[in-house]
């Protein structure tokens, strides 16, 4: 007993011991610091376009730059109205290379990451290296020769010269093949099989459920890109009305210098060309945390 009774105050200073919080190292302080100036400094930009775009002509030029001004709505109702509307019509042009673009590039990648995937061909392992490649490769390196391709098929200036060159995209490839590979089961595939489902059966009953939180990720990547895209549309096109909007806000910059009234509605511009990629975000996101719970619970 007496040993007993010794032994207690021992056990209890052990468990308080274990359960008492350690101190947080210096490193995570470095590292919470360098995050969020990367932060301040990638939203420093974005903040000087929203208090910017408040800003009338005279308030763009004379105010502080972090200071809101008076002229939003005004800037609204004349980045609307400007040309007949060609805002609206630059808009709807980058929903349409942006949309049905990316919608294609994600099916694309997805039937071609699958198949690498998941199947046994000659050349697979080269097909993938130069996928590889690919990535590697800078986009601006191949806007010339497609600008070449497509004067020589006749389709230079038309909206098909903007759209076909996005509808291969090597990171989505490389994308799609890594989450097929570890979330598509081949037993699944090989029960299909025995049960009578072809090929193309079990790639739309089957794969596509499975892959959807890859193909969203691979959308979002392909539809912001798509969106922010400048060279190749300004390359290939010719006509203002088949402007997306980094072409069309790019020609008001341009066209600024000789009318500044021009500055406040290309800022305003670009503001509002911001809400989409917004709305994306806030639409798609659910997909990806249902990817993070399906994830935990196969862990």
């Keep these: 007993m007496t040993t007993l009774v ?3 105050p021992a056990s209890r200073v052990t468990l308080e011991s274990s359960i008492a919080p350690k101190p947080r190292r210096p490193r995570s302080f470095l590292a919470t610091a360098v995050l969020l100036l990367g932060a301040i400094y990638c939203l420093i930009p974005v903040v000087w376009v929203l208090i910017a775009s408040t800003k009338s002509n005279t308030e763009l030029f004379t105010t ?13 109702s004349d980045l609307f109205s400007y040309g007949g509307g060609q805002f609206g019509l630059w808009a709807g042009n980058s929903l349409i290379f942006a949309g049905v673009g990316a919608l294609l590039s994600t099916l694309i990648s997805t039937m071609a990451g699958f198949a690498l995937a998941k199947y046994e061909f000659p050349g697979r392992q080269v097909w993938f290296y130069a996928i590889l490649a690919g990535v590697l490769l800078p986009g601006i390196t191949l806007a010339i020769p497609q600008y070449l391709l497509m004067s020589q098929v006749g389709l230079a200036g038309t909206y098909w010269s903007v759209l076909l060159p996005v509808l291969i995209s ?3 490839i490389f994308l799609a093949r890594v989450y097929a590979a ?3 089961p081949s037993e699944t595939m090989e029960a299909a099989r025995i049960d009578g489902a072809g090929d193309f059966r079990i790639f739309r009953s089957i794969v596509l459920p499975m892959m959807v939180p890859g193909m969203v990720t691979i959308f979002l990547l392909q539809f912001v890109g798509i969106w922010n895209n400048f060279l190749l549309p300004f390359i290939m096109l010719s006509d203002e009305r088949m402007y997306p909007l980094t072409v ?4 008001l910059l341009s066209k600024g210098s000789g009318t500044p009234s021009l500055y406040s509605l290309a800022i305003i511009g670009a503001a509002v060309s911001i809400i989409p990629l917004i709305i994306m975000m806030l639409v798609l996101q659910r997909y990806w945390r249902l ?6 619970l196969k862990g």
């Design 64 to 76: 502080f730059t972090f200071v809101p001004g008076s002229g939003l709505l005004d800037n609204l």
């Design 6 to 8: 010794e032994r207690r």
């Design 170 to 172: 090597p990171f989505g």
């Design 182 to 184: 570890s979330a598509v």
């Design 291 to 296: 990817d993070l719970v399906s994830g935990g």
């Design 248 to 251: 069309g806000l790019y020609t």
